[in-house]
């Protein structure tokens, strides 16, 4: 019978905390696969997913970089994703098309917060993942101390199947507990040397093989039964269970190595083919056509369904990255945008190395390539065939936090300043544009002050502009600390002709999201208790929509307003007078006058602020966050350093790294997640 060539399709995603070696397994694996010649490396600026100029001067990986290549007769289609939390919106984008992850860690440090990050990110999107554990060769790296931050900080069932050979230098390779064989790698050889578990680590390879079986048996029943008659597992089988577990997400297959030394790297490629799923794994795409939920299957046959989720403007075009799930693309076809509405032709198809590209005469479902000719589609958009439409759910796009003013130096080139951030949105929806109706500046914002300072560098190197940058600010918010009930408002308005006419009352209180929202005071809920038709169900979704309309400016300071109820409990309408308009007038100005009658509350950014600095500068480092109004909420010896956790709002933290490394003479470190809203002291200048 013949094989399903998408078994041997693997789309994946490198996760990882900065610096914990992402890049340097990408470039390994492309190394290894025969994709290149020469290994990449981050400190010397040769990598080939961190191609951008700023990517190599700043050593981080900033943009999503899609590679294709070729392992054990697999095709392995892989995006290497940024690290920082800056940049999580394009992890989110890559996670949205990916049928399978390796999440790495450091073998020093563990589950560090931008590992968190991420790690609940492929959680909602339900994407299978494995494990490596990185840098084995450092000072200090603990497999098993590894696996137990795992364990508690992410809470999956960590399935071990290798065990080291030597401790940090001495780290030379892997026992394969599966196969019980050990797997060597000479200095400076690029593949491993197989041989039998030398003597010294037999007794704890056995051990730790047990281990792994009896985990694997108390999920699996097919490993189970095998068990209690054998009372041990072949290799097949406890390959096939592992398999199963990886894609059901019941089980995460932990590997090490050390991807700098190129020890670990091979058997992190047989994993990503044994284990993670191919696209025939995963359920069908799902997507909706005039309100129904419809299904498309992963079938080269079936109508063509494709989700753009990255633009990259080139100097030779536009280049819109898709994933697709089912169907054929062919060079020169006509697509629908399901979103817009439009057809738009396919110029060219390319099979994607990063910023090199090999052109392609069709794409099939399960591949992920890049399309040229596309001039309105955006990420997130669903291109289908035109016979055949479908909206695809796109990925979440993060509200921006931090923002500055950016103006051009020159008056004569605000025009092509304004291009250029027109430019930059269109590549990255986390971006947004906008100008202050009080002082007629461009502020731009973003996820965070790196986010904004890559897009400010953008526009200087690409374009070729001088611009002027203000200092950076926060996204407040407001929410109602304390409500009001039975608030009346009555609109009436006669101009000659029809007037308008419309009675409303409203009672206005704070509200909460679950435990899954997005943080204190998040959303807005609008319900209506009108009981006899005294407002029709028509006038009633106007008063929402007003309402919404009204909660774009609050009255502490013109900041979006969150977290409140509105209920309309009762009105008045007139027989002729009466009409959607009135009644959505009512509601944005009746919400408005509520919200000044009620108790506000100012909301700022905070963050969760991971500091790692040497004993002996401790306390410097803890009375400078309680400066900045931090709140320290652990403190945890590690290795000669110490590990301080805390809250602290995002607007102190503007100038925080140079001010560490001062006082640190250069041997402190932090990182940095958003954890959501806080009210801010009545003294934080709006």
Known sequence: MRTNPLTTVRNLGILAHVDAGKTTVTERILYLTGTTHKRGEVHDGTTVTDFDPQERDRGITIFAAAVSCAWAGHRINLIDTPGHVDFADEVER???????????????????????????????????????????????????????????????????????????????????????????????????????????????????????????????????????????????????????????????????????????????????????????????????????????????????????????????GRLTYLRVYSGTIGKGDTVWDAGTRRTERIGRILRVRADRHDPLERAVAGDIVAVVGLKTARAGSTLCAPGAPLLLEPPGVAEPVVHVAVEARRSTETDRLAAALARLTEEDPSLAVRTDPETAQTVLSGMGELHLEVAVERVRREYGLEVTVGRPGVAYRETVGEGVTGFVHRHVKQDGGAGQFAHIVLDVEPWEQDADGDGAGGGFVFRSTVVGGRVPQEYVRAVEAGCRDALAEGPLGGHPVTGLRVTLTDGQTHVKDSSDTAFRTAGRFGLRDALRASGMILLEPVVEVTVTVPEDGVGGVLGDLAARRGRVTGSDPRGGAVVVTATVPLAELFGYATRLRSRTQGRGTFTARPTGYAPAPAAVVR
């Not at 450091?106 to 993942?129: F, N, T």
């Not at 084995?136 to 508690?152: K, N, P, T, Y």
Request: hydrophobic content about 45%; aromatic content about 4%; proline content about 8%.
């Open 94 to 316: 890559s996670l949205r098309v990916l049928d399978g992850a390796v999440a790495v860690f450091d073998a020093v440090a563990g589950v560090e917060p931008q590992s968190e990050s991420v790690w609940r990110q492929a959680d909602r999107h339900g994407v299978p993942r494995i494990a490596f554990v990185n840098k084995m060769d450092r000072a200090g790296a603990d497999l098993d101390a590894a696996v137990a931050s795992i364990r508690e900080r992410l809470h999956p069932v960590p399935l071990v199947v290798q065990l080291p050979i030597g401790t940090e230098d001495g780290f030379t390779g892997v026992v394969d507990l599966p196969r019980m064989r050990a797997l060597v790698w000479a200095d400076g050889a690029d593949t491993a040397e197989e041989g039998p578990v030398p003597g010294t680590l037999r007794e704890e390879a056995a051990r730790r093989r047990r281990v792994l079986e009896e985990a694997v048996a108390e999920r699996h029943p097919g490993a189970l039964e095998e068990f209690c008659d054998r009372e041990t597992l072949t290799a097949a089988t406890l390959t096939g269970a592992l398999r199963d577990l990886t894609r059901t997400g019941d089980g995460v297959v932990v590997l090490c190595g050390s991807a700098y030394r190129n020890r670990g790297v091979e058997p992190l490629l047989d994993a990503v083919v044994a284990y993670l799923p191919s696209p025939l794994d995963v359920p069908p795409v799902r997507g909706t056509h005039d309100g129904a939920e419809r299904e498309r299957p992963a079938d080269p046959a079936a109508p063509m369904a494709a989700l753009a989720f990255k633009v990259n403007a080139t100097p030779t």
